[in-house]
C-alpha cells in the first residue's frame, strides 16, 4: 500500500513542479521587460505625457500581456483553472491587439523618425514585424491546443519570449555590437527557450516537440531579419514612410 501510494504520488509531484517551472519562467519574463524598460526610462530624457498616443497604447497592451501571463501560471499552481480559462478569453483579445499595435506602433516609429540610432530602419522594421507576428502565430496556435495542456503552455512560453525583443533590446549594450546587435537579442530569447528544454530533459526525459516549433519560429524570424531588412523592396518602402 505505501508504494502503491509513493508510485500515486510521483506524477503528482512532477506535474506541480512543471507548473511551478512555468510560473518561475513567467516571473523571469517579467522581470526582465520590467528591468528593460525602467533602464530605458533612467537612460532617456523624455516626458512620459509628450508620447504618442500609440506608443501608450502599445505599452498598455504589452504590459497586460506580460502581467496576465504570469496571472495564468500563478492560477495554474493554485488550481484554479476556471479562472484561468476565463481570463484565456482575455488574453486572446490583448494577442490581436498586441499583434495589430506591434506593426503600427513599429511603421509609426519610422514615420515619425523615432528609430533607435543602433538599428537600420530596415533591420528595425522587419525585426519587430516578425516577431509580433511569430508571436500570434505561436499563441493562436496554443489557443487552438488549449485542451492539450503540455502543447499550450509551452507555445504560450514561446510565443511570450518572442515579444521580450524591445525590453532586452534595452538592456544589452546594442551601440556597442554593431551589426551582431539583431544577433545579440536573438540568443537571449534563446536562453529562455533553451531552460524550458533543459527541464524537460530532467523532468520529462526528452524535449516536448513544443519547444522545436517554439524555437523554429524564433529561429526563422532571425536567419530572415538580415535578409529582407536589407532588400531592395524594404528598403523602398522604409523610405516611403520615412518622408
Not at 509531484?13 to 512555468?22: G, L, W
Not at 523615432?114 to 496556435?141: E, K, Q, S
Not at 515579444?163 to 551589426?179: D, F, W, Y
Request: charge should be positive; aromatic fraction near 10%.
Amino acid at each position: 500500500m505505501a508504494t502503491a501510494n509513493t508510485l500515486a504520488a510521483t506524477p503528482r509531484n512532477a506535474f506541480a513542479s512543471e507548473r511551478r517551472f512555468f510560473l518561475g519562467m513567467a516571473i523571469a519574463i517579467a522581470a526582465t521587460v520590467i528591468l528593460g524598460f525602467t533602464v530605458n526610462a533612467a537612460r532617456m530624457h523624455w516626458t512620459f505625457f509628450a508620447l504618442p498616443v500609440q506608443v501608450h497604447l502599445h505599452a498598455a497592451a504589452f504590459l497586460s500581456w506580460i502581467i496576465l501571463y504570469v496571472v495564468q501560471n500563478w492560477l495554474i499552481v493554485r488550481g484554479s483553472i476556471t479562472r484561468h480559462r476565463q481570463l484565456g478569453v482575455l488574453g486572446a483579445g490583448i494577442a490581436v491587439t498586441m499583434v495589430v499595435l506591434g506593426i503600427v506602433t513599429t511603421v509609426m516609429a519610422i514615420q515619425q523618425h523615432r528609430v533607435p540610432p543602433f538599428f537600420p530602419p530596415g533591420i528595425f522594421l522587419v525585426l519587430d514585424v516578425l516577431g509580433v507576428i511569430g508571436f500570434g502565430i505561436l499563441t493562436a496556435w496554443a489557443i487552438v491546443l488549449r485542451k492539450q495542456a503540455a502543447w499550450h503552455k509551452r507555445l504560450m512560453l514561446c510565443g511570450t519570449i518572442l515579444v521580450m525583443s524591445p525590453a532586452l533590446g534595452r538592456i544589452l549594450p546594442m551601440p556597442l555590437l554593431g551589426t551582431f546587435a539583431p544577433t545579440a537579442v536573438f540568443a537571449s530569447m534563446a536562453v529562455y527557450v533553451i531552460a524550458g528544454m533543459l527541464f524537460d530533459v530532467r523532468s520529462r526525459g526528452a524535449v516536448h516537440p513544443a519547444y522545436y516549433w517554439g524555437g523554429g519560429v524564433l529561429a526563422v524570424t532571425q536567419a530572415l531579419v538580415g535578409p529582407l531588412g536589407v532588400s531592395p523592396p524594404v528598403l523602398r518602402l522604409v523610405a516611403q514612410l520615412a518622408v
